[in-house]
């Protein structure tokens, strides 16, 4: 199977590009370049695929480099980071001591004397009061 012409000129357009054409070879293209404006154009599209391909080839690369650091990483040994958690056993403690005082003191009722009982204080004092000015200052 014989390589068509449209192939060889590819071929000869990518190794311009590569820098494999010898410096004779390079010099009839050039001198070719400007009086063909079929050949400029593919050379020129060339070019700008030639651009994109190294520019996909450097964001690959740094994805290949993110990949092999995040792989590292993911094979070291599982180590503690941060601060150790024996340093704070004192927050559960004082939550639970928080919660055992409020269920203690709301089964225990209100702190103080209850309403009920403050006000017979104050009858009975008002009473005793009341049966020292009938008595003459003796209760």
């Given amino acids: 199977m014989s390589r068509r012409p449209d192939d060889r000129r590819h ?15 390079a010099a009839a293209l050039e001198r ?13 599209a060339m070019q700008r695929l030639s ?6 080839d ?11 650091a995040v792989r590292g990483r993911l094979a070291e040994p599982h180590r ?28 225990a009722g ?5 309403p009920q009982q403050v006000q017979v204080e104050a009858v009975a004092e008002q009473y005793a009061l009341a049966l020292s000015d009938l008595g003459g200052g003796q209760p």
């Fill in 11 to 25: 071929d000869r357009l990518s190794a311009y590009l590569d820098g494999e054409l010898s410096p004779t070879e």
């Fill in 32 to 44: 070719e370049l400007p009086v063909d404006p079929a050949l400029q154009a593919d050379l020129d």
């Fill in 51 to 56: 651009g994109r391909l190294a520019v996909e």
């Fill in 58 to 68: 450097e964001d690959y690369r740094a994805a290949q480099g993110i990949r092999a």
């Fill in 80 to 107: 503690r980071r941060g601060v150790p958690l024996a340093r704070w056993w004192w927050i559960p403690a004082a939550a639970t001591l928080a919660v055992v005082s409020f269920v203690a003191l709301r089964a």
């Fill in 110 to 114: 209100p702190l103080g004397p209850r």
